[in-house]
Structures are given as structure tokens and as C-alpha cells.
């Protein structure tokens, strides 16, 4: 099934690893197979791995972008979840975590993404 991006003017997004940045008209991209896409808002620099939940989120993120497997990634993936869910007592957020783990697992890992933003929710409402 195509995927169809929506971009606003000067907008950025990663295809397989390149960035993309759109000109100074919106434009509307049809993607007809399988790529790692991501939006600008769900991309994280190093710099911004500042909180437990975006050390989880960047290991994810770059096994999404990359086109090899980096057992190094996933280690760091382990290490930040385990941490993370061992402070963690919401059950709630612990399926979170359960069903992100199997994401990444799978090599589903824009659905791991996607739950991992999940988790950024509850973090900020608790550092709030």
C-alpha cells in the first residue's frame, strides 16, 4: 500500500538514510514500496538524547535508518529499556515497554518508534 507524505514548506524527512529537505512550496510525495521514512519531528540528534526514554528511542531510530544490523544498536536498546523499566511501576506503561521490546524484536521498528512516543508522553508528564 502507497504511503503519502504531506510536506509543509522547508520541511525535512529521511528516505533510507538521505535527508530531504522540501523547497518553499508544499508538496505531496507518494511512496510506492517499503523505505525507512521518518518526519523531522521524529527525528532526534544526538543531542537531544537527554531523558531515559530518548535513550531508548535513539538506538531504535538509527536500526530503523541503517540498512545493516548493528548488535551494538540493539545492546544499547536492551541496557536503556532494562534501566528504564526497572523505575517504572505503572503497569500501563509497562505493556508499553513489553510491546516496544517485541517491536524491536520483530524488526518492526517504526511501530517501536511510534510506541516509544507513547512512553515521551508519560516521561514528560512526570518531569513536568
Not at 535513550?55 to 536498546?77: A, G, T, V
Not at 508499553?96 to 514528560?124: F, N, P, Q, W
Request: with cysteine.
Amino acid at each position: 500500500m502507497p504511503l503519502k507524505i504531506s510536506l509543509k514548506p522547508g520541511e525535512k524527512f529521511v528516505l533510507n538514510g538521505a535527508v530531504i529537505e522540501n523547497g518553499d512550496r508544499r508538496a505531496n510525495l507518494v511512496l510506492k514500496n517499503k523505505a525507512a521514512v521518518l518526519r523531522e519531528k521524529d527525528i532526534l540528534q544526538e543531542g537531544d538524547v537527554t531523558t531515559p526514554v530518548r535513550r531508548i528511542y535513539f538506538p531504535i531510530m538509527m536500526m530503523y535508518l541503517s540498512d545493516r544490523k548493528d548488535d551494538s544498536l540493539y545492546d544499547e536498546f536492551v541496557l536503556r529499556m532494562n534501566e528504564f523499566m526497572g523505575v517504572v511501576s505503572d503497569p500501563g506503561v509497562l505493556s508499553i515497554c513489553v510491546s516496544v521490546s517485541r517491536d524491536v524484536m520483530a524488526g518492526e521498528h517504526y511501530k517501536a518508534l511510534m510506541g516509544c512516543r507513547k512512553l515521551m508522553t508519560y516521561e514528560a508528564e512526570r518531569l513536568a
